[in-house]
């Protein structure tokens, strides 16, 4: 009777230990696919992962760690025969120069699986290139993957990886076209790119899970599905095969990916030894402990009950050795055990922390009185499922039921954070909850454990949190709008200033240039000589402000335009020559032979940035009786770190130079070397700052090296970016126009859709305008105001509308408007502005009224043939064409600007017509006595406004008369014109009365002048 109990105890001390040892195997078996899974996400969410965005995943994993018995990972491509060599010309390029494909047996397939990418490389020398795909095993298990869309398992196989004959098996997941959610098998062979591979050698991944187990158990396992009929045997840790007297067996089978697996569980010798020698009360004792310790496993609180399972294990030691237990070491076992249980669940209610176990096929759970106090449910509450689910925050619920169906079907770990409603209060709680399910041999979940911990405190303290720090940073970002706010008012007020300043001075700087070359003593000429010094110095001050306060409100923009390196140095080293030559200095420069002939930078500004730098170095430059002073500028190619080329350009000097100390402030706005460099050698601070800015709009960056007394080198980095600059004309004409001998008559041109309707109030400018269309090959109507262009549109004749911007009765921009509102679907005319307002803006206010495109008066040939070019190209080309030389003065609209002081603009300028017109004597001559009349009568107009006090009206015929004036080349006049509109327009009587008084005498002389010229031609 004794040795039954003693034989069915035993039987129960091995099935309770194969139990826990198959559902380690399961869960050994089952972690390759999860690393497979990890991959098959990226393939999934981009087409092109490459080498090494594959080895880059792979090495995330601890393969020994994580995948015990696992080779690595490896993506097997589909590719056809025919696409084959293209296959290995990619593969090659992508990091595999000797990639070269491999078959095993069977090459009669169109479609191969080729080992495309394997990692750990290293641990897989032979299977990159293998076609598995060319194996009849490997091919049954594939496809079974592909056609299913599931993880698939293979029969035990011989790895080619593995030097010894060891059985080993391939895992595999298949991975469809991005996007591509097959629903067939026939969708699912058709989208399929290759799979996801995972080589395991059992008995290495076996000898992990018996490491783990407990003594004096051998193992062994065969695959049911084998062709022998017995099962082929794939792992045996006893590799003797003696088979063990009185040895205790039992048998399960595990399914596994669809394979069957028959697992047998032998007792060995030393089980036995300790079986014989134990009474049956002792088996009772260690079979009860150790059912509690399988109960701990399976609720996988093995840490929390780490303590209990050590004085377990201390106390069986005890027994076996001792061969004999009392009752009362029993009793103590029985009461330590307890009283752990006891320690842990204070630990719970200390840190709020409750387990919980649910039954997957009965609905029903059961948690720690912990678990219900932050639930805040009591014994009447029915702990389902349904249940569970209505404690959970309405706006939770949705998310944790599709997280449970996800951690299920990844047979993954839960861990969510959301909140709970307490039955007993209706008070809300955060809480943490981990959990995580257990499975049957068909892969069904049964249970759900874990815990659940009370975060509550900690949640409403972060969100708290959150808050303060939400409201901190709008604090912080109302300060700083109000400091950009503060920043742009400020640059503003300097750009203002330093118009209105600049004005007066062009004055000055005017008036010293007229003064110095009168007849004046020695002693006056020092004294004008100081003034002028003075005074370029002051305007260079406020041209500095200018462009850092340009700057600083982001108003300032460079040009990306072909520029000419060498041209754009030369012209700068030729202006400081006479500088370096009065301080007895050298001044040179070199150019590399391998620099281009031009790049794409903004010459304005560099010829600025090198001004900069070279008046810096000959200012801090001197010549004594110990060494001559030099200054150099080297332009050179060059190379960044990354390899990009760029052009050097370094300005090199033995002058003063710096400490580090200084170098490092050098860029900083208004700072200078130090507290005497100011006194000593003058300046803002801001030509460097500024510099730098500028190259950094240019894509570039400035460096310097300098040593105190021995010199510096400032080395302006920019990117080289080769450009071609058209070769220009020889001589003096440097653009060519093509005008036509005679324009089409108006019915012509109606036919050919191209007559131009010009709005124009001012008589002179109608006539200028209406030559210069007729010189290009067009035919124009004129309108004098926005009224009668909107009656003349209306009839549909026109190609394109020609406006000036200010016109009375309807301007040029309500007349767009009026236009573009009128017009049908699938219509557009082309609206052109022509304006003598070449204020900043003016062209935005035109675009946004509805025009095309836009022109500055008075405008020449030379500008307004390639905007009719543009808008309006004649039919048929420009045939009967003449060419017609024009010269290359400055910009009549340039001239037209308030840059100058009235003494120093043309009084007359005889050219003027013939640049805006060609060269027509007569049309010439007729025009200026046209003009010569109604200015007088215009001047008329604005004396009689003036005498009634109405400044505004003043300034509308100022502005006629401003326009005509400098279509004419009668500058001056102009100028005085622009500055009554401006003045009387904001209704200043006072300024605008003393800018009438300066109309009458710019006349007169500008009168003596044209009747003097009309004179000379009549002669």
């Given at each position: 009777m004794e040795q039954q109990r003693i034989e069915r105890h035993a039987q129960d001390m091995l099935q309770h230990n194969a139990e826990r040892l198959t559902h380690d195997i399961n869960n050994h078996l089952t972690q390759p696919i999860y690393g497979l899974n990890g991959i098959k996400a990226t393939f999934h969410a981009t087409q092109n992962v490459n080498r090494a965005d594959f080895r880059a995943l792979v090495e995330t994993r601890d393969l020994a760690k994580e995948f015990p018995g696992i080779r690595g990972f490896s993506f097997n491509q589909r590719v056809t025969r025919s696409n084959l060599e293209a296959f290995v010309a990619d593969t090659r390029l992508d990091g595999?120069?000797?990639y070269t494909p491999r078959e095993m047996?069977?090459?009669?397939?169109?479609?191969?699986?080729?080992?495309?990418?394997?990692?750990?490389?290293?641990?897989?020398?032979?299977?990159?290139?293998?076609?598995?795909g060319s194996d009849p095993m490997r091919r049954i298990t594939l496809q079974q993957a592909i056609d299913s869309g599931k993880p698939s398992m293979s029969a035990p196989i011989s790895l080619v990886q593995n030097e010894l004959p060891k059985p080993g098996v391939l895992m595999m997941i298949p991975v469809y076209a991005k996007g591509a959610q097959p629903a067939t098998v026939a969708e699912r062979r058709a989208a399929v790119r290759g799979l996801l591979v995972a080589p395991v050698v059992i008995s290495e991944l076996m000898r992990t899970v018996t490491n783990e187990s407990e003594d004096f158990v051998n193992l062994r396992i065969l695959d049911l599905d084998a062709n022998d009929s017995h099962g082929q045997v794939i792992y045996d840790s006893d590799e003797t095969d003696v088979a063990e007297q009185h040895a205790y067996t039992t048998d399960t089978v595990l399914s596994v990916m669809g394979r069957q697996w028959s697992v047998r569980f032998r007792s060995e010798a030393g089980f036995n030894?300790?079986?014989d020698r134990a009474s049956p009360w002792i088996i009772f004792a260690i079979g009860t402990l150790f059912s509690a310790l399988l109960?701990?496993?399976?609720?996988?609180?093995?840490?929390?009950?780490?303590?209990?399972?050590?004085?377990?294990?201390?106390?069986?030691?005890?027994?076996?050795?001792?061969?004999?237990?009392?009752?009362?070491?029993y009793k103590a076992n029985q009461q330590a055990l307890e009283a752990n249980v006891l320690a842990m669940n204070e630990a719970q209610r200390i840190g709020r922390v409750g387990t919980y176990v649910t039954d997957i096929k009965t609905g029903l759970w059961k948690g720690t009185a912990v678990l219900d106090e932050i639930f805040g449910i009591d014994a009447t509450f029915e702990k389902t499922i349904p249940n569970w689910m209505t404690l959970i925050a309405p706006e939770f619920q949705k998310e944790l039921a599709e997280c449970y169906q996800q951690v299920i079907a990844s047979k993954s770990k839960f861990s969510r954070e959301y909140q709970v409603i307490r039955p007993v209060d209706g008070q809300s709680c955060w809480v943490e909850a981990l959990g995580e399910f257990s499975f049957d041999a068909e892969g069904n979940p049964t249970f759900f454990h874990g815990t659940i911990h009370d975060i509550n405190a900690r949640k409403l303290a972060e969100l708290e949190l959150k808050n303060h720090q939400n409201h901190l940073e709008e604090l912080v970002r109302e300060k700083t709008r109000a400091a950009e706010s503060s920043n742009l008012a400020k640059s503003e007020f300097l750009a203002n200033m330093s118009h209105e300043i600049r004005t007066p001075m062009n004055g000055v700087i005017g008036m010293v240039d007229i003064l110095q070359q009168t007849p004046m003593l020695p002693e006056q000429k020092r004294m004008l000589s100081t003034i002028a010094d003075s005074s370029q110095t002051l305007l260079h001050i406020l041209n500095d402000i200018l462009d850092y306060s340009k700057i600083e409100a982001g108003k300032l923009s460079v040009e990306r335009i072909p520029t000419s390196l060498k041209e754009a140095a030369l012209s700068v080293l030729q202006l400081m020559q006479g500088v370096a030559s009065a301080k007895g200095l050298t001044l040179s420069m070199s150019v590399s032979p391998d620099l281009p002939q031009a790049i794409y930078a903004d010459p304005t500004r560099l010829r600025q940035v090198l001004l900069n730098l070279l008046g810096n170095a000959v200012k801090f430059t001197r010549s004594d009786s110990s060494r001559v002073g030099t200054v150099t500028l080297v332009l050179e190619p060059g190379t960044q770190p990354d390899g990009q080329p760029v052009v050097l350009l370094q300005v090199r000097d033995n002058g003063i130079g710096m400490s580090a100390e200084v170098i490092s402030n050098l860029f900083t706005p208004f700072a200078q070397g130090d507290a005497s460099t100011a006194r000593q050698f003058g300046g803002t601070g801001l030509g460097l700052s500024i510099s730098g800015r500028l190259v950094s709009l240019m894509g570039g960056h400035i460096t310097v090296q300098s040593t105190p007394a021995e010199g510096s080198e400032f080395t302006v980095v920019l990117p080289l970016q080769e450009a071609h600059i058209e070769a220009k004309a020889s001589g003096p004409i440097n653009q060519r126009l093509k005008l036509r001998a005679s324009a089409p008559s108006r019915t012509e041109a109606?036919?050919?859709?191209?007559?131009?309707?010009?709005?124009?109030?001012?008589?002179?400018?109608?006539?200028?305008?209406?030559e210069q269309l007729r010189l290009l090959g067009y035919c124009a109507d004129m309108a004098e105001d926005g009224w009668v262009a909107l009656r003349k549109w209306r009839s549909g004749r026109y190609g394109l509308l020609l406006t000036d911007c200010h016109m009375p009765h309807m301007d040029g921009l309500e007349l767009t408007?009026?236009?573009?509102s009128a017009e049908t679907p699938g219509t557009h005319l082309p609206i052109i502005a022509i304006t003598a307002n070449a204020m900043q803006g003016e062209a935005q206010h035109c675009l946004d009224a509805g025009m095309d495109d836009y022109l500055s008066k008075p405008l020449r040939l030379q500008e307004l043939e390639p905007m009719l070019d543009k808008w309006l190209p004649l039919s048929g080309g420009r045939d009967q064409e003449q060419v017609v030389a024009e010269d290359a003065p400055e910009s009549i609209a340039k001239h037209a600007l308030p840059v100058s002081p009235i003494d120093t603009l043309d009084i007359f300028n005889p050219h003027t017509l013939t640049e805006l017109m060609g060269n027509n004597p007569d049309m010439h001559q007729r025009l200026l006595k046209k003009f010569l009349l109604n200015a007088r009568r215009q001047i008329n107009s604005i004396e009689a406004a003036m005498l009634d006090g109405n400044a505004p009206q003043a300034a509308d015929v100022a502005h006629a008369l401003k326009s005509a004036a400098r279509s004419v080349g009668a500058l001056a006049l102009g100028e005085v014109c622009e500055h009554i509109e401006a003045v009387g327009q904001i209704d200043d009587v006072e300024k605008t009365a003393a800018a009438v008084a300066n109309l009458a005498p710019t006349f007169d002389r500008a009168l003596a002048r044209i009747e003097a010229h009309l004179g000379a031609e009549t002669c």
């Open positions: 595999a120069p000797a047996s069977d090459g009669s397939h169109d479609d191969m699986y080729l080992v495309k990418y394997i990692e750990p490389a290293s641990a897989n020398p032979t299977a990159l290139g293998l076609d598995i030894a300790k079986i109960a701990i496993y399976l609720n996988h609180r093995r840490r929390q009950f780490a303590q209990v399972k050590k004085l377990v294990d201390d106390r069986t030691s005890e027994l076996e050795h001792a061969g004999k237990v009392s009752d009362a070491h109606i036919g050919l859709g191209q007559l131009i309707l010009l709005a124009e109030d001012n008589e002179t400018n109608r006539e200028v305008l209406g408007k009026a236009i573009r």
